[in-house]
């Protein structure tokens, strides 16, 4: 059974980085989209940004220039990493994938920037 794991979330400043990753265990296939989505209280959830196994990438335009996503195929591991951080960047952020009709999520985990 195919799992995610994230972790590196926490409470940052305006202005400040960090970095999310998630760990996927389990045996996957190609091709695949790994993405990072995120829910602010009493939003709905949205598609910060997903990468293809063939590295194809899209941004949310909320984020682009800001944030950064790669995946180590190797490791079976997606990466956001997070700059310029906004407080309307705080949420619960969640690791997805998806293949074969498999649409598999994590726990999420919180991320709050202060002003």
């Known amino acids: 059974q195919v799992q995610l794991v994230e972790s590196g979330g926490g409470l940052v400043q305006a202005g400040g980085s960090l970095r999310l990753s998630c760990a996927v265990s389990?045996?996957?296939?190609?091709?695949?989209?790994m993405g990072w989505y995120r829910q602010a209280p009493g939003k709905q959830r949205e598609l910060v940004a997903d990468?293809?196994?063939?590295?194809?990438?899209t941004y949310a335009d909320t984020v682009k220039g800001r944030f950064t996503i790669s995946r180590d195929n190797a490791k079976n591991t997606v990466y956001l990493q997070m700059n310029s951080l906004k407080p309307e960047d705080t949420a619960v952020y969640y690791c997805n994938l998806r293949f074969r009709g498999v649409d598999v999520w994590g726990k999420g985990t919180l991320v709050t920037v202060s002003s």
């Open positions: 990468i293809t196994s063939s590295s194809s990438i």
């Open positions: 389990g045996s996957i296939f190609s091709p695949n989209v």
